[in-house]
């Protein structure tokens, strides 16, 4: 389904949905974005977090809370939309277990989470100059999907 197809297949059922963004998830493997896209769609990875550096660098908002995200595959097929519940930026080193949990991701450890996201926001952070530094803050993104209903 292309992304302006579930858009509007959205607003019929949610009247005030009034924009979204539209992206995939990053990774370190070709296969990770849509791998995350379907752990989103089976109600098991119900966050995400991201480089604040980044932001600041692409001098781009924090998602918004209640801020709609239509989430896209490798193919630029859309998979599903979710709705932010929840923002908050932290120390990298000072994420806790139950964030990671959230993410759903490998194991679902604090353990896994932080060397996955290390070897993730170095790359990230290698393209605007900057290196990961463990107390470096991350931007923490709790989100629902709200279509499909699952």
Known sequence: MTEMQMWNEYIKINK???NYE?????????DMPDLLAELVLKGIKTATASSYPCYIAENAPLPP????NLILNTKGEAVCITETIKVYTIPFN?????HAY??????????SWRKCHSE??????KEIGQEFIEDMPVVCEEFKVVYPII
Do not use: H
Request: charged share 25%; aromatic share 14%; no cysteine.
């Open 102 to 111: 959230k993410e759903g991701e490998f194991d679902r450890t604090l353990t």
């Open 16 to 18: 005030n949905a009034k």
């Open 120 to 125: 993730i926001f170095s790359m990230e952070l």
């Open 22 to 30: 539209a992206w995939s998830f990053g990774g370190n493997t070709p």
């Open 94 to 98: 000072q994420v806790k277990e139950e």
């Open 65 to 68: 809370v209640g801020g709609y």
